[in-house]
Nanobody, 115 residues
Framework: QVQLVESGGGLVQAGGSLRLSCVAS????????MAWYRQPPGKQRDLVATISSGGLTSYVDSVKGRFTISRDNAKNTVYLQMNNLAPEDTAVYYCNGRRFVKVYWGQGTQVTVSS
């Protein structure tokens, strides 16, 4: 069974930065797409950023210019660098991997941004 394990969350002041990591139990190059989602308190889980096996990236408008998704296939790891964080970025962040019709999720890591 594929496992995705996130880390790097925490409490940060507005304007600060965090880097989330997602380590996969299998090669990240085997996934068609890897992504980060987030779920704010009391709200639905939404897509934040994606990166394809070829390295193409996409972002939701609210994080463009602040967040950067990247992958290191040698380390089986996907990152989300988050800069200039704002209180509205507070959420549980989930790593997601898609391999053809199968979708895998991590357990999530909490990010809290104080004003």
């Amino acid at each position: 069974q594929v496992q995705l394990v996130e880390s790097g969350g925490g409490l940060v002041q507005a304007g600060g930065s965090l880097r989330l990591s997602c380590v996969a139990s299998e090669s990240t190059s085997s996934f068609n797409v890897m992504a980060w989602y987030r779920q704010p308190p009391g709200k639905q889980r939404d897509l934040v950023a994606t990166i394809s096996s070829g390295g193409l990236t996409s972002y939701v408008d609210s994080v463009k210019g602040r967040f950067t998704i990247s992958r290191d296939n040698a380390k089986n790891t996907v990152y989300l660098q988050m800069n200039n964080l704002a209180p509205e970025d507070t959420a549980v962040y989930y790593c997601n991997g898609r391999r053809f019709v199968k979708v895998y999720w991590g357990q999530g890591t909490q990010v809290t941004v104080s004003s």
